[in-house]
Every structure is written in C-alpha cells, then in structure tokens.
C-alpha cells in the first residue's frame, strides 16, 4: 500500500512537471507573438466547445483556465502510469521497454489527438510546437522520476554514458558537415543561407512559392535547430547499434542498413512532405550532403570501434 501510495505521488508530481513545462513552452511562444495564452484558448475552446475558426476564438480566463484543468488531469494519469513502470522496473527491468515504448506512444498519440480533434485550428498551433512541447515535457519527468530513482538510473544509463556522448559528437559533425556543404553551395549561387531558410520556411511557414522566399534569420536559425536535432538522434541511434555490435558484430549490418537508409530518407521525406522542393533543391545536392556526413560520422565512429569493425569482416569471411 506505501508504494502504491508513492508511486501515485510520485506520478502526479512528475504529471505536474510536465504540464508545466508544455504550458511555459507555449506560453512564452505566445507572448512572443504577442499574444499571451492564445496556444490554450484555442485549443480549449476545439476540444471542449468544438470551435472550428480559431478567429473567433477570444483568449478568455475561463477557457484557459478549463484546458490548463483538463490538460493538468490528463498529463497526471500520464505521469502515475510512468511512475507506476518505473517503480515495477525495480524488480522486472523488463518493463523499462515498455516504459520508453510508452513514451514514444505518447509522443505521436498526443500529436495525433490534436489533428483529430483540434484539425481546424491548427493553423494557428503549429505541429513542430506541439512536438518539442511533449518532448521537453517527458524529458522533465522522466529528470524528476530519475532523480527519485537513482540508483534505477545509473544501472539504466551508466553503461551508455559513452554511447550517449559519442552519438552527440557524431550527430554534431553530420549536421556541421551538411550546413557547411549547403552554405558552400549557396554562396557559389550567390545565395547564402537560401537552402536553410527555404527548409525552414516550408517547414513552419508552409511555404509553396519558391519566388516569395525571404531569408531571414529566424527561419534559417529555427531549421538549423530541427536539422541538429535530427541528425543528434541519428548518431545515438548509431552508436547504440555499434555499442551493441561491440559485443555481437554481426550487428553491424544492421548499422550498415541504418546508414543506407539515412541516405534516401531525406530525399523521401521531402518528396513526402513538400514535392515542389525537389525543384527549387537539386536532388543531386541532398544527396552528396548526406554522403559527406556520413563519411564524416564513418570516420568518426570507427576510429573508436576498430575492433567490432574486424570483428564484422571476421564474420563474413
């Protein structure tokens, strides 16, 4: 019963934090807009009123007040079920896997509700928002869990304390190496810093004219943020599976394959996403960024990893 007792606490206290920071995050978004608690007005006003024109939505205390309620509620049950995982991993680690699944569920299932129930207003909440909102937000509570469970957090990240960090460096490099590549590229053109605000302007503006480009600082500055951040994840995807191959090399096919898919990813999701863009950026261009990266972050990795490397040759001879 005490720890039943505890892990409710517990996860109502770490709910708390993350709703918290998502209401911080969009609060200062808001005001930097110039208009203060607009974020949770109108996402108030379509989940609980069924407001479909975000234009006439007014920022009332009462509606804010009525989402920050349901909103505080529903990241509360989110933060007692992590407890709950966390405190079971004590005695079945097993179910830390569930844990970081759950997490990831959470991320794209909070995205999803918000499209579903909330798709006409989204035009005032960006998706890339809400993202880094969940984002920042299970960061802080899974801090605030770990802090409660140190030990738990040790066994669990002192072994890949390492991975972490060389993933970083890598990730780091690829992005350097990218930026530098495109920069070159501009400048040869006569256009500096055009390919990132280009990005960067159909990826939060939803820019669809090439022609009504305008670089500016923010925009450049908010997709070099996206692209470190997706290139980070990238290397310590990449140096989890060469940890591992570490131990077993024949895992190193499947870092082979990560790095190959890497290369057409790009190139795929832009011709997802935004197709025009394959006009405006040579597809040759994107490709022979991704392959200086990766060369890069190659080199990188295994001039600490020459072993599993022989280890994999070994394997296949």
């Not at 909102?133 to 066994?155: D, E, I, S």
């Not at 290397?235 to 890497?262: I, K, N, Q, S, T």
């Not at 022979?288 to 020459?306: D, E, P, Q, T, Y």
Request: hydrophobic letters at 60%.
């Amino acid at each position: 019963m005490a720890l039943s007792h505890r892990f409710v606490r517990e996860g109502v206290i770490g709910g708390m934090i993350g709703a918290a920071v998502v209401a911080v995050w969009f609060l200062i978004l808001d005001a930097a807009r110039g208009h203060p608690f607009r974020t949770p007005a109108v996402l108030g006003a379509a989940a609980l009123q069924g407001a479909t024109d975000p234009g006439a939505v007014s920022t009332s205390p009462g509606l804010v007040l009525q989402y920050t309620v349901l909103h505080g509620v529903v990241f509360a049950m989110i933060g007692v079920l992590i407890a709950y995982l966390i405190a079971s991993a004590q005695t079945h680690p097993s179910r830390l896997l569930v844990l970081f699944i759950g997490l990831m569920c959470f991320e794209v299932l909070s995205l999803a509700l918000v499209v579903w129930l909330a798709h006409p207003v989204l035009t005032e909440v960006a998706w890339w928002a809400i993202l880094a909102a969940n984002l920042l937000a299970a960061a802080g509570m899974l801090a605030y869990f770990f802090v409660g469970h140190r030990a738990l957090g040790r066994a669990l990240l002192g072994p890949w304390t390492g991975a972490t960090r060389e993933g970083f460096m890598a990730g780091l490099l690829g992005a350097v190496t990218v930026a530098v590549w495109f920069l070159l590229y501009d400048l040869a053109a006569g256009r500096p810093l055009r390919t990132p605000a280009l990005l960067g302007a159909a990826l939060f503006d939803g820019l669809r004219d090439v022609n009504a480009l305008t670089v500016t600082v923010p925009a450049v500055a908010k997709y070099t943020v996206v692209h470190g951040a997706a290139f980070v994840a990238f290397g310590w995807a990449a140096a989890g599976l060469l940890a591992l191959a570490d131990r077993e090399p024949r895992l190193l096919y499947a870092f082979v394959m990560l790095f190959c898919c890497f290369e057409v990813f790009f190139i795929g999701l832009v011709a997802a996403l935004a197709e025009w863009l394959l006009e405006a950026l040579a597809w040759w261009t994107i490709l022979i960024g991704n392959l200086l990266s990766a060369v890069a972050m190659l080199a990188f990795f295994f001039r600490k990893h020459r072993l599993a490397w022989r280890g994999f040759r070994a394997a296949g001879d």
